[in-house]
């Protein structure tokens, strides 16, 4: 998947998905970043676009780290 530029507002993209930004401590209203990955879940059908607003390269491990407290109950893949 190649990164896009995206801006999101209130959390929620124009593409009808909800995301993480990661690395972002704080509530955002708005960010600018590049979808990065996706994640896919299996049991539902509500997928997760990954965020980042910097170049840096992230594993899949460090990604489901960081999702971990809102994807516990799902069966999910991430695809990059």
């Given at each position: 998947m190649s990164c896009i530029n995206l801006a999101v507002y209130?959390?929620?993209?124009?593409?009808?998905?909800?995301?993480?930004?990661?690395?972002?401590?704080?509530p955002a209203s708005y960010c600018e970043g590049k979808i990065y990955a996706v994640i896919e879940?299996?049991?539902?059908v509500e997928d997760k676009l990954i965020v980042v607003t910097?170049?840096?390269?992230?594993?899949?491990?460090?990604?489901?780290?960081?999702i971990y407290f809102q994807e516990k109950n799902f069966k999910y893949r991430?695809?990059?």
């Open positions: 209130n959390l929620y993209s124009t593409f009808n998905k909800y995301k993480f930004l990661l690395y972002i401590n704080e879940r299996e049991n539902d910097d170049n840096k390269e992230y594993s899949i491990e460090e990604i489901k780290k960081n991430i695809v990059k």
